[in-house]
């Protein structure tokens, strides 16, 4: 099973500043690995999948990198809109997604 | 636009079986690998398992084999899960989620969720 390690748990960040998310795997899951956003209440958005292809609609301001076992999402500038939970998730055999990154406010 | 609606939510004694419906609209239903994952509160998501309804083939995670059944009818294009032996620790939103099974390793699209609460 490929365990996937998020850090960090939490991230304080002004509006208007840049945030990076990182995402560790136990072992290579070449670049199958997604980003999700989820806001309270409501189900996960797909933001990035092939570790780094814009889902349909998602802001430019979001951009995914990495491939093997080190990933990184990069939100460039923080809008009011984007304070959420983020979550990584591979498949390799099976899926399995990481424990949550949660973006506040500063 | 392709939606997945769920079923309700339900209330469940331990040791008893839910099942929860997710029916799908808006898009060729034979694209589709559907997977169910759930969140129990204030935690992150569990992927449970999976169906591809086009080759009626399941694969589910090693930690619910036993206990989880995934179903599809291609004739209404719509998936079902069904746990059993619950638990209070099954206490959760649980959602259908929908992948294209060609060349896609993400859930694109995700059910509103249903809770699932094991009470006695």
């Known amino acids: 099973e490929i365990v996937l390690t998020q850090s960090p748990v939490t991230l304080s960040v002004s509006p208007g500043e840049r945030a990076t998310l990182s995402c560790r795997a136990s072992?290579?899951?070449?670049?199958?690995l997604a980003w999700y956003q989820q806001k309270p209440g409501q189900a996960p958005r797909l933001l990035i999948y092939?570790?780094?292809t814009r889902a349909t609609g998602i802001p430019a301001r979001f951009s995914g990198s990495g491939s093997g076992t080190e990933f990184t999402l990069t939100i460039s500038s923080l809008q009011s809109e984007d304070f959420a939970v983020y979550y990584c998730?591979?498949?390799?055999?099976?899926?399995?997604f990481g424990q949550g990154t949660k973006v506040e406010i500063k | 636009q392709v939606q997945l609606v769920q079923s309700g939510a339900e209330v469940k004694k331990p040791g008893s079986s839910v099942k929860v419906s997710c029916k799908a609209s808006?898009?060729?239903?034979?694209?589709?690998?559907l997977s169910w994952v759930r969140q129990a509160p204030g935690q992150g998501l569990e992927w449970m398992g999976e169906?591809?309804?086009?080759?009626?083939?399941?694969n589910y995670a090693q930690s619910f084999q036993g206990r989880v059944t995934i179903t599809a009818d291609k004739s209404t294009s719509s998936a079902s899960m069904e746990l059993s032996s619950l638990r209070s620790e099954d206490t959760a939103v649980y959602f259908c989620?929908?992948?294209?099974?060609?060349?896609?390793?993400?859930?694109?699209?995700w059910g509103q969720g249903t809770l699932v609460t094991v009470s006695s």
């Open positions: 989620t929908g992948r294209f099974i060609v060349n896609s390793s993400s859930f694109d699209y």
């Open positions: 808006g898009g060729t239903f034979s694209s589709f690998a």
């Open positions: 169906i591809i309804p086009i080759y009626g083939i399941t």
């Open positions: 072992q290579s899951v070449s670049s199958n």
């Open positions: 092939g570790a780094s």
């Open positions: 998730q591979q498949w390799n055999v099976w899926f399995s």
